[in-house]
């Protein structure tokens, strides 16, 4: 008696392994030897993850893309972008994006790659990988070995000095001198395939579910990956990044304190109030960054797991940032007016209000509520591209 072979389980490949799908997209300004090389560099990707995972069903897939009008450097983000849609569409658990044309960096003036952990999709441009001496490795080669690297760092491997794959690369020839994942990373990225080979929400949950139901669902089963991936936009260092928005805040922040009406209305206002004021003034800044940069991804289409997580983690990211620049702007306001304003002063400005202590501390929120308002204005003429660029791109080699 003559049974039918059972139908794989939604993310579990033909044998009954964990399936992880990684989608290779090879933009159109590639030429056929050079989309050659990338598509060589995929197949050796998923040999060599099969070998060293044997655990999971590596699935590798390359799409190629039709050319585009685009001349010289091109915006990561735009690139990004790309990713996500065809990421949305495949399923892809990672993203990879090849290149012909040079990536602006923002920190480098020559960038072989670039990820992005939110949106699990790493760049590599192939305009400084190929070699004319006889002895280089040849360009897919030295692309596998990028990619692998850059696969690394997207599952948060940090570079070492060690002759790994993990190595920090300081120019293309290093690419030519590494060899395979040390035990340790093996053992890392083993365990951090589990949680990307799980069933997503979008095959669990009923196609009909609530959005808020799909969210919530969501950031609990990445409740663990979250943190990680907000960590890696470095919200802590907006102020410093965001040369416009420092500069907008701290502007309107020496305008409010050197002025007496400033202090006369913020003597005025009870702790609960600025508490309230300066709530109600993150929330506005947070959501005008959000929609004026064009941060979240459209939706388009029924729902996904990896969009809810990177659009959750993107608020979350700015959202902080925004809290840090307001604690700095608080400090230094606080710092002005501890400096610069003495106590029989301020009772002459405030009408003889005895706890002038009190009375500083409302000041410098009242000031930084209104100042951070201020220099979210200045961030909305950043770039195209910068404001996006520091909150979803992590590294630049």
Known sequence: MSTAPKAPTPGRGGEGRPEVEIGWIVEGDLSDNRGAAAAEAATQMERALADCMPAFDWRVEVLERPPEA??????????LDTAEVERDANGWDFTFVVTDHELRGRQRSQVMGITSGIFATALISTAFLQSPRPEAEPLSHRLYTLAMHLFGRLNGLDPDRSDTLMCALASPSDLDRIRGFSDEAIAELTARMEDVADLRVEEMQEPRGSAVRFYARSLWLNRS??????????????????????????????????????WEVAAGLSLPVIAVLSLISLTLTSGYLLRAQRLLAPRLGPLREQRAVSNAGTVIAVALGMVVTFLGVFAVAYLMALGLFGDALLERWVGGDPAVGAVRVRMAAFAASLSVIIGALGASFEPYGYFRHVTQIDDEI
């Open 70 to 79: 685009a001349k010289g450097r091109v915006e990561p983000v735009r690139l």
């Open 225 to 262: 990956a979250l943190p990680g991936a907000i960590a890696q936009m470095r919200p802590w260092s907006f102020p410093l990044r965001l040369s416009r928005l420092t500069t907008a805040a701290g502007s309107a922040l020496a305008v409010l304190v050197m002025t007496a009406e400033s």
